[in-house]
């Protein structure tokens, strides 16, 4: 018995037995969850096979699908952001009619893009590994209200002006002092004037795909079978990468509707003290990423204590699911009352303190005729010391 188990010690270490495969998981509109193996995505159906069997769901009957994790630290290398929210990572290589060429660090194998600079928010050649880096980053694009272009310096200066090129030789932009070149190696990153931005809005089926690298692209278009991805983004670029590369599928314009993109009928905050605070859409309090015990959200809202948020339903939903969690930003003392209510009824309700960083799954909540939900976060036991809660993927399903 002992020698078996220094043989398949061995075996591990050598790397000739393998972990257990990740198990794919689809969670439905209904609110079932399938686990097991997905087969293929074709003409907005997806095929996944379990233990009970074959099943094929169509696309507007799933809130997500997890394959596999994303990587834990971001990839070396550049970053866009675009206009709808969407976050490429990738080398970016030069300007070209009117758009930024780049290659995808998540699908190395796959020709140049074009993204159209109507498009894009920021451009960052290097994007830090920092998590506090990072976030300072994210804050400084969300308040910035400068409506021109602006270069940002390695030295830690800006320009502002419009945007004419870039390749090798430097930056080229048109300036207060005319015609300027700065060579690229002195520019850190970019943002582009906010009014010139455009970003085409889809009202049919869509899907948000995350990679293995945290990259999250928005396709028109979407198909996939046991060793390929193919997608078309909404910037029109096609996307063709090994399947082992995606790491989950959130279809769009189905039955799911994420809160975070209705607006609240309602915002009530009471301040502990004097500090007022806003809520944030698919940010956490302070404007910067949604970290949740290590996991990061997309989608969601911040909010601190106390506060509640409105949203008027008219009957027109089935259900509400969420998770919810402290920031990761939240100190050790942090604590807050999380409370659902619908019409004006108390339907869940949980202490979450940064003792423990779980994300709490809030079971699903029926909303068969509701008019009314409330989200509510109340002071803790340490009154408001940094209660950033964040409601983590929160969606309302429509009626069939």
């Known amino acids: 018995m002992r020698l078996f188990v220094v043989f398949c010690l061995t075996l591990l270490s050598c790397g000739l037995v393998s972990e257990p495969l990740q198990a794919d998981e689809l969670q439905t509109a209904a609110g079932k969850t399938i ?6 995505i074709e003409q907005n159906r997806f095929t996944i096979k379990s233990k009970a069997g074959t099943a094929e769901i169509p696309a507007t009957e799933i809130v997500r699908v997890q394959l596999d994790p994303v990587d ?29 060429v780049i290659r995808l660090t998540a699908c190395p194998r796959l020709d140049e893009l074009k993204v159209p600079l109507e498009t894009i928010r920021a451009a960052y050649f290097s994007w830090p590994r920092a998590t506090h880096a990072r976030n300072r980053l994210i804050r400084q694009l969300e308040q910035t209200v400068k409506k021109t272009d602006l270069f940002y310096l390695k030295n830690g200066d800006y320009l502002e002006g419009e945007f004419l090129s870039f390749d090798e030789g430097g930056f080229q932009f048109e ?22 931005i455009a970003f085409p809005q889809p009202e049919q089926l869509h899907y948000q795909l995350t990679l293995t690298d945290g990259s999250r692209v928005t396709v028109s278009t979407l198909s996939l079978n046991e060793s390929r ?19 989950a599928v959130t279809p769009r314009g189905g039955r799911v509707v994420p809160l975070s993109e209705l607006e609240p009928s309602e915002y009530r905050f009471t301040p502990y003290l004097s500090r007022n605070w806003k809520w944030q859409r698919n940010r956490n309090v302070l404007a910067g990423p949604m970290i949740s015990g290590g996991q990061y959200f997309d989608s969601g809202l911040g909010m601190h204590s106390a506060a509640e948020l409105h ?3 008219d009957g027109e939903y089935a259900a509400f699911e969420t998770s919810v969690g402290l920031d990761d930003s939240a100190g050790q003392r942090a604590s807050v009352e999380v409370q659902i209510l619908v019409d004006g009824k108390p ?6 303190a940064r003792h423990s960083t779980e994300i709490v799954k809030v079971p699903r909540i029926d909303l068969t005729g509701a008019q009314q939900l409330v ?6 036991k340490n009154a408001d010391i940094e209660d950033h809660l964040n409601w983590c993927r929160p969606v309302l399903i429509k009626k069939p």
């Open 229 to 247: 991805l193919r997608a078309r983004t909404l910037f029109g670029a096609d996307i063709i990468c090994e399947r082992d590369r995606l790491a």
């Open 35 to 40: 686990t097991g193996e997905l087969l293929q």
């Open 72 to 100: 834990k630290l971001p990839p070396s290398g550049g970053l866009l952001i675009l206009a709808n929210g969407d976050r490429l990572h990738a080398e970016i290589l030069r300007a070209a009619e009117e758009a930024l």
């Open 175 to 196: 300036s207060a002092a005319g015609e300027t070149t700065v060579p690229r190696n002195g520019i850190a990153y970019f943002y582009f004037n906010p009014e010139l």
């Open 375 to 380: 989200l509510k976060v109340g002071f803790g």
């Open 347 to 352: 339907v869940f309700q949980r202490e979450v």
């Open 311 to 313: 949203y008027q339903l």
